[in-house]
């Protein structure tokens, strides 16, 4: 795993690129008097060669518009197409090009401030510190989707596991990947009998072949027995590589170990997991650890079902989904779930309720098909969405940034979401869509209708259109749906939906009786999930 992110206000790493040496000094002195550590260039070729080869890149660029070689404008250019660059702000500056032109072009070629000199110290102080909040905010929520993707695959690969022996090693594949460290687990079949291994991987991906079966026995470790007879839940603990007799020699067992102790039901065995202590550094890193214990102890119960295949499907689909809804004063909220009960396929269903800053952003969304690729980019998809809505980007920029990673990530699936965004200081309603099925609206006076306008589903790359924004008056009534709720072979959808609407402006104001009178009036069919969500706007009062 990366680094820990700096704080905002922590001193940062500062390239400046100008060519004349007085400025240099100026800019320099001024840096690292407020602590920077700052590094130069006098042109631009000099900095991209300077950038290619540090082995640590500076958070920010200070480059002058003027340069021998290249202006300004080309340089940010050529930082920003390289990927191991585009990430770094650059802050133009100069005391020649100081004309609105001058500044838009700069700013439209990428840059992400533009001062005129002469530049005040505060000025420039203020304005660096800015770019590094904004900056190293987007990296927090990078890595946090990171991180959440890392544990949705180890999550998946413990549920598909389906022995004990697979168990063990899906975990210490798991514990590797999200920890970028090397792993152990061990843990007790059902049958009673020991399963552990290894995983010696800390490049962060761990494939199969770097995972071994080891010879060891949990009930070996003290803190094994320290977790009782009949308690539940997960207890971490610091211990030494020889206080576990029998672990093998290796890079886990160097040291002291990070260990977490989980058990899913009163009377189990208790499963381990285990990574050297340095890898547990905060306390993201412990819940990480704790979360993928408790995985395992799961996953390790999921086998003593005779219905293991059905059962690990569900327990699978409802482990991506939210375990509660937010208590928002801008509205009531009821949900309903319903895995399809004819197949014990996974599902790509999936709903979010978020706060974020300003209002509460909803979703709804349907991968496509029904497999553990189509729940694999279903958690994905709903952990990247939860990290965009809390940087704060509008429901459309969320569409576009999801669409970019189904690229980067070479998904093969296409998926539906309509995202809802309830602005707290307007009471607008906010709403993009992805080719889903229309969001119905329900006004106070019972009149109902569909909010139509919608963009291209996700994953095959065209431009999404900007928020449709709607006026709703508190009791307001919000319903939206997946296509199982309403799609039937032999049935005109168009004719359902509207079916639909005619429901929904006969029943109760409720949310929770609006969810079970469509349910009601739309038996699910077995064939295909149902996530539902009712909404009774409040008005924040």
Not at 33 to 53: F, I, N, P, S
Not at 164 to 178: D, E, S, T
Not at 335 to 357: C, K, W
């Amino acid at each position: 795993m990366a680094g820990q992110t700096p704080s905002d206000h922590s001193p940062a790493r500062v390239l400046i690129v100008d060519d004349n040496p007085t400025n240099r000094y100026v800019l320099r002195t001024t840096l690292s008097r407020a602590g920077h550590t700052v590094v130069e260039a006098e042109d631009g070729t000099g900095a991209l060669a300077l950038l290619k080869d540090a082995e640590a890149l500076p958070e920010v660029a200070v480059v002058d518009v003027r340069l021998p070689d290249m202006t300004g404008f080309e340089v940010c250019e050529r930082i920003k197409a390289d990927p191991a660059t585009a990430a770094l702000p650059v802050l133009h500056v100069s005391a020649s090009a100081i004309t609105v032109d001058d500044r838009t072009q700069g700013l439209n070629r990428g840059a992400d401030a533009y001062l005129t000199e002469p530049i005040a110290p505060d000025e420039l102080l203020a304005t660096v510190t800015a770019t590094l909040r904004y900056a190293r905010a987007r990296r927090r929520a990078e890595r946090l989707a990171d991180r959440l993707l890392h544990l949705n695959e180890a999550t998946l690969l413990l549920y598909s596991a389906d022995s004990a022996a697979g168990v063990a090693r899906a975990a210490a594949r798991g514990a590797a990947i999200v920890l970028g460290a090397p792993a152990v687990a061990a843990i007790i079949s059902p049958h009673g009998e020991p399963a552990s291994a290894m995983c010696a991987d800390t490049s962060g991906k761990a494939s199969p072949d770097a995972v071994t079966d080891v010879r060891l026995d949990a009930r070996d470790l003290p803190a094994y027995h320290e977790l009782g007879d009949h308690r539940t839940g997960t207890r971490l603990a610091t211990v030494h590589s020889h206080e576990w007799p029998g672990l093998p020699p290796g890079p886990v067992s160097s040291g002291r170990l990070a260990a977490a102790v989980a058990r899913a039901k009163p009377g189990r065995q208790p499963v381990c997991l285990a990574v050297p202590a340095e890898a547990v550094a905060t306390p993201d890193d412990e819940q990480l650890l704790a979360q993928l214990a408790q995985a395992c102890a799961l996953a390790l119960e999921a086998l003593r079902s005779y219905t293991e295949e059905h059962d690990l499907a569900l327990t699978l689909q409802r482990s991506f989904l939210p375990e509660t809804l937010p208590d928002s004063h801008l509205a009531d909220l009821a949900v309903r779930y319903l895995p399809a009960s004819d197949h014990a396929e996974i599902g790509g269903d999936f709903y979010e309720a978020l706060p974020t800053r300003g209002g509460l952003l909803l979703a709804v969304g349907d991968v496509a098909g029904h497999s553990l690729d189509a729940a694999m980019l279903m958690g994905q998809m709903r952990h990247a969405l939860r990290a965009y809505a809390i940087e704060g980007h509008p429901p459309h920029d969320i569409l576009g940034r999801l669409d970019h990673l189904l690229a980067a990530v070479g998904a093969r699936l296409t998926l539906t979401l309509c995202i809802v965004f309830i602005d707290e200081a307007t009471g607008l309603l906010h709403i993009a869509n992805a080719g889903h099925l229309p969001p119905l609206l329900r006004a106070p006076d019972g009149s109902v209708r569909s909010v139509e306008e919608h963009g291209p589903l996700l994953g095959i790359g065209l431009p999404h259109p900007v928020s449709t924004e709607v006026a709703a008056p508190p009791g307001s009534i919000l319903v939206m749906t997946t296509d199982g709720l309403v799609e039937r072979r032999n049935e005109n959808l168009g004719l359902s939906l509207e079916r639909l609407e005619s429901v929904l402006g006969s029943l109760p104001a409720e949310v929770e009786r609006i969810c079970d009178g469509l349910l009601e009036a739309f038996p699910p069919n077995g064939e295909d999930d149902i996530a539902l969500m009712a909404v009774r706007l409040t008005g924040g009062g």
